[in-house]
């Protein structure tokens, strides 16, 4: 059984509210025109004797008989029984004597009671229509969040293996320094793990994490590239998603290092008022076509994941300067 949220009672406490409001309307109108206290129990009277077992069928249908046989495609039962639901609730009407009426007055009652009878079946197609409308939402959401779990899933695999591979380099020259990355290792995958299941993170472990994530690369580089990194975010209540900037860092190692010149790889988060500014900067070294590392994580990756996460709240800079320096540049407004 599905389990009951929040925002399930408001919506049932929302139409509950606006069914309300559209029986309890017309005695209400009149008694702001009259004043009559006598005229607006009358009035409260007959529209709740019209119009109340509208209410009763369209929340039925949308709780019960659209999710539970029209969904199920179970179409002759959820007819049946709505032919049922409507004589039920409106029997008063339908079954009234009508014989004792002024022949005038019964004219009257049955032309009511049809348009009764149609308030009902558009009540039905009402219910049919919303519950439609709020089944593509789910579905759109959970195919949007299946996508943005594979996107995720795809970097932590790909960082684990760049940094193995660091250490594996590192443990040959220096043991003690191998022990220290490994415990690094240990933080990023603690945190990539258990901290990120969520569709946002406080920036501060996200900060973390990346300059973890940097010593690590640094590992690789040799005495010709140069690395600096900046963060100055001031807000510890604020929040990003996940992981959303570490395969540009990766690129920016894989794209930036020369082992025959000299390289720089500079990367920087800064808060600007309410926008959240990623800056990476490295000299262009492509890689040979035929290195396939990191084929289909970093740019195409990220921005999937920004136009899923932020769509028309970033904005994204690329561009190789005339220095030869290969510059990306993400500012989100959170």
């Known amino acids: 059984m599905k389990k009951i949220q929040s925002k399930d009672i408001g919506i049932l ?3 509950v509210l606006l069914l309300s409001l559209i029986v309890l309307s017309p005695g209400l109108i009149s008694y702001v025109i009259s004043h009559d206290k006598a005229q607006l129990m009358t009035s409260l ?41 409507v004589t039920v609730c409106n029997s008063h009407i339908l079954f009234n004597d009508t014989s004792t009426m002024p022949e005038i007055f019964r004219a009257g009652f049955s032309s009511f009671a049809g348009i009764a009878m149609l308030i009902n079946w558009m009540a039905i197609g009402i219910a049919l229509s919303i519950r439609y409308v709020m089944r593509q939402q789910e579905r759109k959401q959970k195919e949007v969040e299946a996508e943005l779990a594979w996107l995720k899933n795809q970097i932590n695999p790909h960082f684990l293996f760049n940094t193995l591979n660091n250490i594996s380099s590192l443990a040959q020259i220096d043991g003690d320094e191998t022990q220290e990355a490994i415990m690094q290792l240990s933080d990023l995958l603690r945190y990539a793990m258990y901290e990120t299941n969520k569709p946002k993170v406080p920036i501060s472990g996200e900060v ?23 963060f100055s975010v001031f807000s510890s209540q604020l929040e990003v998603a996940p992981l959303l900037f570490i395969s540009l860092i990766e690129n920016a190692f894989k794209h930036g290092m020369n082992s025959n010149a ?31 590392s990191g084929s289909g994580i970093g740019l195409d ?12 709240c970033y904005t994204w800079e690329q561009a190789i300067t005339p220095e030869n320096i290969y510059h990306v540049k993400i500012t989100i407004r959170l």
């Open 301 to 312: 990756n990220t921005r999937r994941r920004l136009d899923l996460l932020y769509p028309g």
């Open 13 to 15: 406490l929302t139409q």
């Open 45 to 85: 009277s007959v529209s709740g004797y019209w119009l109340a077992p509208m209410g009763i069928v369209y929340l039925l249908n949308f709780y019960l008989l659209v999710p539970y046989l029209w969904f199920q495609r179970r179409f002759w039962q959820f007819l049946l029984l709505n032919v049922a639901l």
């Open 262 to 292: 000299p390289a720089t790889i500079d990367i920087s988060l800064t808060q600007e008022g309410d926008n959240l500014v990623f800056n990476c900067d490295n000299t262009n070294n492509p890689k040979p076509t035929k290195d396939r």
């Open 208 to 230: 973390e994490f990346m300059k973890n994530y940097i010593e690590l690369m640094k590992l690789r580089c040799n005495e010709m590239t140069t690395v600096t990194s900046q």
